[in-house]
């Protein structure tokens, strides 16, 4: 169980790495996260301080702590 968690906070890490900060259900549907392995993860980023979450209105945004994004054509 643990390594499907692990597994769905890589996507949930590399999918707010490349689109930057998005809504529960953006993020949910780029990672095709499935109840409760995508809550578990989403609770494990933000419990080691990977994510910083957002209230919205009815709803959640969530975005990287601190972004690694790497530049193309820059070795």
Request: glycine letters at 10%; a positive charge; zero cysteines.
């Amino acid at each position: 169980m643990q390594e499907k968690i692990g597994t769905a906070a890589g996507l949930i890490w590399e999918a707010l790495n490349r689109k930057g900060e998005l809504s529960l259900g953006q993020l949910k549907r780029e990672v095709k996260g499935k109840t409760p392995i995508f809550d578990w993860a989403i609770g494990w980023l933000a419990r080691e301080e990977k994510i910083l979450v957002k209230p919205e209105k009815r709803s959640f945004r969530f975005r990287l702590r601190e972004p690694n994004v790497k530049s193309e054509g820059v070795s």
